[in-house]
C-alpha cells in the first residue's frame, strides 16, 4: 500500500504543469504629458484700474480673436481671475461653446502648469489669456523662448509642445493699433 502511495503521488507531480513565469511589462509613459498647442496672448485693452473692463478697442480687440481663432479647434480656455481676461475670452466661450479653467498668474508660470495638470489638459488645444507682465514667464514654463522685446495688444505667440522640443512663433491676430507693454516681468 506505501508503494502504491508513492506512486501515486509521483505520478501527480510529475502531471502537475509548471505555471509560466510572469514578465514585467514595461510601463509606457504618458505622451501627452507636458505637450500641446497653446494659444497665449495678453488680454486686451482695459479701462484704468486694478482689475476693470476693457475699453471699446479691448472689445473689438476681443471680437478678432474671435474671428482669428473661431475654427482653431480651442478645447479649452485659461484665463487670469480678472475682468479683463474673461471679457476678453467671452465671444470664444460663448459661441463656440468653450470650457474655460481659473489660473493665478505669477512671475514663473507654474500656476499654469499646476492647473494644467490638475485639469488633465496635457495634449489638448489651449488658448492662455495672460497679463503684460506674465506672457514671459509663461512661455518659460512651456520652454518657449520669450520676446526680447515688448509683447503688443495684438500678439499671439502659437507655441506647440512636443515630448522633446518646442516651436514657437509670432503671429499678430488683429490690425488694431495697439500700445506695447514690455515682455519682462516687473
Known amino acids: 500500500m506505501r508503494y502504491c502511495i508513492i506512486l501515486l503521488l509521483s505520478c501527480c507531480m510529475a502531471c ?5 513565469e510572469k514578465e514585467p511589462v514595461p510601463l509606457a509613459e504618458d505622451s501627452t504629458f507636458l505637450t500641446g498647442t497653446f494659444f497665449l496672448i495678453r488680454h486686451a485693452e ?3 484700474g ?3 473692463s476693457l475699453t471699446e478697442t479691448g472689445f473689438r480687440r476681443a471680437g478678432d480673436l474671435y ?4 475654427d482653431s479647434g480651442i478645447q479649452k480656455i485659461y484665463i487670469t481671475p480678472f475682468i479683463r481676461s474673461l471679457q476678453t ?4 466661450r460663448g459661441y463656440k461653446n468653450v470650457d474655460t479653467a481659473s489660473y493665478n498668474p505669477d512671475s514663473t508660470g507654474e500656476g499654469l502648469i499646476y492647473e494644467i495638470t490638475r485639469h488633465d489638459d496635457w495634449g489638448k488645444r489651449l488658448l492662455i489669456i495672460g497679463q503684460g507682465n506674465t506672457v514671459a ?4 514654463s512651456l520652454k518657449a523662448k520669450p520676446p526680447a522685446d515688448t509683447v503688443s495688444y495684438s500678439d499671439m505667440f502659437l507655441i506647440r509642445k512636443y ?14 493699433p495697439s ?3 514690455k515682455a519682462t516681468e516687473k
Open 16 to 20: 502537475e504543469q509548471r505555471v509560466p
Open 46 to 48: 482695459q479701462l484704468p
Open 50 to 52: 486694478y482689475d476693470s
Open 67 to 70: 474671428r482669428f481663432l473661431k
Open 89 to 92: 475670452a467671452d465671444s470664444l
Open 137 to 140: 514667464s509663461v512661455m518659460r
Open 163 to 176: 515630448r522633446d522640443s518646442v516651436k514657437s512663433k509670432r503671429i499678430s491676430y488683429s490690425s488694431i
Open 179 to 181: 500700445i506695447k507693454a
